[in-house]
């Protein structure tokens, strides 16, 4: 059974956008808590943010605001849980906020400002509890600060796709997954703005669902059923919580139509 993360200081109201705002996560809370046995995660250390971006990236965030560097630990910890669970064998999907996957190594922009699946990634290879992951980001924009940090480690593949075509967009990434070698683990940074009635105005809900199943089968055929997934964007607030369950439920291996849709 698929957990989430969540913690109610991901709605602290710091500015970053009127997007990128609280309600987001309150409605994808709401609607997944009845399904979803929630995990609450502790902020991230230090160490763990310097694993994939530099002393001054840290502190440049520390000078935005508390509000927003406090959150910002505690994205980037939601990430940790997520990916510590799966490494335990249970998938979950982490409700936090910021995103990160525009985040780089000494950059931030995009309503992110620490790359949370990064720092997830990066901490379980030095533990040494992966040698090789995975990286699909199915957000509408490319997740450019994730493909600057691992730029030039072997052990990380990014997979990040795009097409104006609906279901041309859908084919070029199980083409993706299907190349995936043995892995360790799957990460998933999941981005909903590529919905048929947000900016990216492609899927269909029942798309959602399409993708979180091929990234269980994949995960389950060649990760050893390790894998997880973390919120990135996702604007249209009327379908959002839907598009998630949806989403989630594919995580999950359900077949047939998602209860969301």
């Given at each position: 059974m698929l957990k989430i993360i969540?913690?109610?200081?991901?709605?602290?109201?710091?500015?970053?956008?009127?997007?990128?705002?609280?309600?987001?996560?309150?409605?994808?809370?709401?609607?997944?808590?009845?399904?979803?046995?929630?995990?609450?995660?502790?902020?991230a250390s230090k160490e763990s943010i310097l694993r994939v971006h530099s002393q001054e990236h840290l502190e440049k965030v520390q000078q935005e605001s508390m509000e927003t560097y406090q959150t910002a630990m505690l994205a980037a910890g939601g990430a940790l849980c997520s990916a510590h669970l799966a490494c335990q064998g249970q998938p979950s999907f982490a409700i936090i906020r910021p995103p990160g996957h525009h985040a780089g190594r000494s950059r931030y922009g995009g309503f992110c400002f620490f790359n949370n699946i990064a720092v997830a990634v990066a901490e379980l290879l030095e533990t040494?509890?992966?040698?090789?992951?995975?990286?699909?980001?199915?957000?509408?924009?490319?997740?450019?600060?994730?493909?600057?940090?691992?730029?030039?480690?072997?052990?990380?593949?990014?997979?990040?796709?795009?097409?104006?075509?609906?279901?041309?967009?859908?084919?070029l990434l199980q083409d993706e997954l299907d190349r995936v070698e043995e892995a360790d683990i799957i990460a998933v940074s999941a981005g909903f703005d590529l919905y048929v009635e947000d900016w990216g105005g492609l899927l269909e809900s029942s798309d959602f669902h399409r993708i979180g199943c091929a990234i269980h089968e994949t995960a389950h055929a060649k990760?050893?059923?390790?894998?997880?997934?973390?919120?990135?964007?996702?604007y249209f607030l009327n379908d959002l919580g839907k598009n998630v369950l949806a989403f989630c439920q594919g995580l999950e291996g359900k077949k047939g139509e998602s209860d969301a849709v």
């Open positions: 969540y913690h109610e200081d991901y709605l602290t109201d710091y500015f970053t956008s009127l997007a990128e705002n609280p309600l987001r996560i309150s409605i994808i809370y709401n609607k997944l808590k009845d399904y979803y046995a929630t995990v609450e995660p502790e902020k040494g509890l992966i040698r090789k992951a995975v990286i699909v980001d199915i957000d509408m924009h490319r997740g450019d600060g994730t493909q600057d940090i691992f730029a030039e480690t072997s052990s990380v593949c990014v997979i990040d796709v795009w097409s104006r075509q609906r279901e041309a967009y859908l084919e990760a050893r059923g390790r894998y997880f997934s973390l919120l990135e964007g996702g």
